[in-house]
DNA sequence: GCGATATAGTCAACCCACTTGACCATTTGA
DNA sequence: TCAAATGGTCAAGTGGGTTGACTATATCGC
């Protein structure tokens, strides 16, 4: 079983490096993916701001913004963006004469559905690799470790896709 | 145990994004550590970099490069601010004229087994929360997955710290 | 050897996602 | 009721990268 050479000892330490070395192949593999399928790729924070939006219609800039750690403006720009490419639709808010309403549009649902299918087909390369029994430990050791680190605290969103 | 709203319902597919979270605390963590002691953080790139030195005393700009998946315009930048900073030098290469010689300082060195030292510690937090058993077995895992992606190849090393 | 071509490195211009700062319109609350 | 807080926009700046053009040295085919 031939080990990269950079990776051949193991050093305490290496853990964090994995991770993101895994992340990593997995995020090249979902785009590849997207890419056989002809779809556009979008950008790192629309795929946030996708599943945010999914699951918080009528979210306003701001609610987005503070979700992914970014400054409204930021937020401001990616929503106009995915706008004018009908993934986002922009109302005026039924409250609030200052504020917009965001949410999805149907072609922003269903890319979020194929994203959806992407990355489970992603994990289950992953899970053909290491076996089902050892992905389900995975999963609940990582949410345990960031059910330690943020409790009941919003989980920083921001890296990837 | 109460798990964030936004990871409550387990759905496939989500282990990539539990591995971006995972990876994310722990970077975080890294760096309030870093700033506790009163270093200075520096930036994405240099961790990288500095491994790279520290494994590969004496190769040049270019290897640097293609190593973080660069341009060597980008890794010269970044090469003259770490030899501004006195972490790296440039010395003329012994066999070729054109190139020069990339080793990191004393100072450097010290960075990097600081670096080490924190990750390890890092890493030390996370096996407290789910068993040093579990983190074995994950390591073991992980590393198993990106043997099956890159086997020999060289491993795409850029994201963070 | 010699000339064509490849390679190490630099300088300069540009790009993109994000930031800070200033501002307007509306809402909130003492 | 009016001062302060909030949602959003515009404009300028920044950081880490890019592409392109160039010089100096190396290498390879003949």
Do not use: C
Request: aromatic share 8%; hydrophobic share 40%.
């Amino acid at each position: 079983m031939p080990t990269n050479p950079d990776l051949a000892e193991r050093r305490p330490g290496q853990v964090p490096l994995l991770l993101a070395i895994t992340h990593r192949a997995m995020t090249d593999h979902f785009h590849s993916r997207l890419a056989e399928l002809g779809r556009e790729p979008l950008r790192p924070a629309h795929g946030y701001t996708f599943r945010y939006l999914a699951g918080h219609p009528g979210a306003t800039t701001v609610d987005l913004a503070a979700h992914l750690g970014i400054t409204k403006q930021a937020a401001s720009k990616a929503v106009a963006e995915l706008q004018d490419w009908d993934y986002v639709q922009r109302q005026p808010h039924p409250l609030d004469k200052r504020a917009q309403s965001l949410t999805l549009t149907e072609r922003g649902r269903e890319y979020v559905r194929l994203a959806d299918q992407l990355w489970a087909e992603v994990e289950q390369r992953f899970a053909e690799v290491i076996g089902p029994d050892r992905l389900a430990a995975l999963d609940r050791d990582l949410r345990a470790y960031i059910d330690h680190v943020y409790g009941d605290q919003p989980v920083p969103l921001r890296p990837v896709w």
